[in-house]
């Protein structure tokens, strides 16, 4: 069974559970899944397979990547893959089609992976959320991060909070529930908010029981 599906954020919203109460969920749609190479510990040392996703042009891949999907033999022209960990890969082979309702059926919590928002370049008190300074007695900026602590080593010591790039990281959550799954719309909505915009590439792994507890 596949553990780890890509999908596409789709926004926010609410729906009611059994109980009837309010819960805010995040609506995310999976993509279809082609098997493009099948890695096996006698040759590369573990088992895993990897699957490609996300139709586009032939003109938007690379040759690498035509030649990729060439041997898997399938027709689609898919722009992303990535390799999911699998201890069994016996009962794929190349060029098969994975429906996500096939593999998210009896799926428990769950860690998804996503990039943050990012915000561009930041303040300290914006970036940290430092408290500023006094206010009074003149101060012409009350949001500046001061003092570099020691002027001797004449550089900025590694990891020091200062102003910089804000966002656009690798982010994960884990431990969120899937709420439901409408293989129609192919829509899945998972309980509480994932990282990433709207329209951005998230990844929904399962977790193992002992992640879980």
Do not use: C
Request: glycine residues 10%; hydrophobic residues 35%; proline residues 6%.
């Amino acid at each position: 069974m596949i553990n780890k599906i890509p999908a596409t954020k789709i926004g926010m919203t609410t729906m009611f559970d059994e109980q009837g109460f309010s819960v805010p969920v995040t609506l995310v749609q999976p993509f279809t899944l082609v098997v493009t190479e099948l890695k096996r510990p006698e040759k590369h040392g573990y088992s895993a397979v990897q699957l490609a996703f996300k139709e586009t042009l032939r003109k938007r891949i690379n040759k690498p990547q035509q030649g990729v999907l060439s041997k898997a033999g399938t027709e689609k022209i898919l722009s992303k893959s990535y390799e999911s960990r699998q201890d069994e890969i016996d009962a794929l082979s190349l060029g098969q089609e994975i429906n996500p309702a096939e593999v998210i059926g009896d799926w428990g919590k769950i860690k998804v992976t996503g990039t943050s928002k990012g915000k561009g370049f930041a303040g300290a008190v914006k970036r940290w959320g430092f408290r500023g300074q006094q206010r009074t007695h003149g101060d012409p900026d009350n949001r500046r991060p001061m003092s570099n602590n020691a002027t001797d080593p004449a550089r900025v010591f590694k990891g020091s909070r200062r102003p910089g790039r804000l966002g656009a990281k690798q982010i994960s959550t884990r431990g969120l529930k899937l709420q439901s799954y409408n293989p129609e719309l192919n829509l899945i909505a998972i309980k509480g908010a994932v990282p990433g915009p709207v329209g951005g590439t998230v990844f929904l792994t399962l977790m193992s029981k002992a992640e879980a507890k």
